[in-house]
């Protein structure tokens, strides 16, 4: 392997690719290396829900509080365009042999319960104060509901243009197949074992570059003195046969929108492009230390959980074989708060921490990162997650601790909500508020 580049990037999903491609298209004369451990998509950008959302992992009024208003509407206005973005790469891509599958269905948020309701109208009422209308968020009863989904003992819904689903392994593959084409060296099976300003210490020698991109995600947590940066916290899916029309007809998603509902504990699903149901959640546990191993990524417990929680949905799925299941680790910042970061001093560059939402959030950090690295001044390097420094998770035990009694708190809250009456509400509100605290950034 040549010793010397311009840029090399460290890892070779969503983040990584995005920030290759979108430097060699600026820059055709760029020498840039996309060094990854294992292949291509590895990670959460081969293996996540597909949804392509412009879901941001904090809330516009937290976004507000920490930057102001104005910032807080550019951020989130430019996630609707990243989704446009990645829209109109996948219909460029879908001639070549890497269909994404890209289909823009929008999401419905579901509530079940009153607590449930009580949150999406929270979440109705903030996107309307900061000035968004029927074209970017609608609040549905449940007759309109089921004209998008027929889950069962759906009270209220929320839905959104803004999100497609897509085949996930085969968008980045897509974006690995542009960017080699365009001139982007890739090079898989080469792990890194550090990195410092101008240099990378790989398994297949040392590299020097001008700029060192860190697009590691979940896997930052496996670098030396970076262990407390995130937390890897596994997400997990499970996937059925192909579905009958008939079946089909008594779910909805006709149009294909991702689903969720308004629990403590996230779930998610889509209708995939072949008519099966790609059922995922949170609650796998987290592994003491922020240790990452291919065998934590499945979890009998928690497929059994999946199992059961898709069949409460849609009743008419009981019988529906889900012979898939897998998983991998997003990563969580102690604050929630994704950033992108160039240092033109050392030339050192990371991005990341999207929480689980970062099928679109890593192509507007490789496209920023691009604009950072080239020193331009655009709308995208004024974003306010550009430059932003999350403070360090807490050591063990208290990490390992904090995440495991959240997951409880998140748990048990579901369970009480769900239950009704007086008790159970008092129960549910006293969960929900050690959750606020455990998660409190």
Not at 209 to 222: C, F, K, S
Not at 259 to 285: E, H, K
Request: hydrophobic share 45%.
């Amino acid at each position: 392997m040549g010793a010397g580049f311009d840029v090399a990037i460290v890892g070779a999903g969503y983040t990584g690719l995005w920030t290759a491609l979108s430097l060699i298209d600026a820059q055709p004369d760029l020498r840039i290396v996309v060094l990854e451990r294992s292949h291509v998509g590895h990670g959460a950008s081969g293996r996540n829900g597909g949804w392509c959302s412009a879901l941001l992992p904090i809330s516009l009024t937290r976004i507000a509080s920490r930057h102001g208003r104005g910032s807080a509407l550019a951020w989130q206005r430019a996630m609707f365009d990243t989704v446009n973005a990645v829209g109109r790469f996948a219909m460029s891509a879908s001639s070549r042999r890497f269909d994404p599958q890209f289909h823009r269905g929008g999401t419905i948020t579901m509530a079940h319960d009153l607590a449930q309701e009580a949150r999406l109208e929270k979440s109705f009422a903030e996107m309307r104060s900061f000035g968004f209308g029927d074209d970017d968020v609608r609040l549905l009863g449940t007759h309109e509901a089921t004209a998008y989904c027929r889950a069962d003992q759906v009270i209220r819904a929320l839905v959104t243009p803004h999100c497609a689903a897509l085949h996930p392994l085969r968008l980045v593959h897509a974006i690995a197949e542009v960017a080699h084409r365009a001139g982007v060296r890739i090079a898989e099976g080469v792990a890194v074992h550090d990195v410092a300003p101008g240099r990378v210490l790989t398994s297949a020698g040392t590299i020097t570059a001008d700029v060192v991109v860190l697009a590691t995600e979940a896997y930052t947590a496996t670098m030396s003195g970076r262990r407390r940066d995130v937390v890897p916290l596994y997400s997990m899916m499970i996937g059925s046969e192909p579905l009958t029309s008939d079946q089909w007809t008594s779910i909805g998603l006709a149009d294909r929108p991702t689903f969720t509902s308004a629990t403590n504990m996230v779930i998610y699903g889509q209708r995939t492009a072949d008519g099966r149901l790609a059922f995922g959640g949170r609650g796998a546990p987290y592994h003491f230390g922020s240790r990452i191993a291919d065998g934590f990524d499945t979890d009998e417990r928690v497929r059994t959980h999946l199992r059961e929680a898709v069949v409460r949905l849609f009743p008419g799925v009981a019988d529906v074989a889900f012979p898939f299941h897998w998983g991998g680790p997003l990563g969580i910042p102690r604050d929630w708060h994704p950033h992108v970061a160039f240092d033109a001093t050392t030339g050192l560059a990371s991005a990341g921490g999207y929480v689980g939402d970062g099928v679109a959030t890593a192509n507007l950090a490789g496209r920023t990162l691009a604009d950072l690295i080239l020193r331009r001044d655009t709308d995208l390097t004024r974003l306010p997650w550009v430059g932003h420094r999350s403070r360090r998770w807490e050591p063990e035990p208290l990490r390992w601790l904090g995440v495991r009694l959240s997951a409880l708190a998140a748990s048990r809250a579901d369970a009480a909500e769900s239950s009704g009456g007086t008790l159970a509400t008092r129960r549910a509100s006293a969960w929900s508020r050690l959750l606020a605290t455990l998660t409190k950034h």
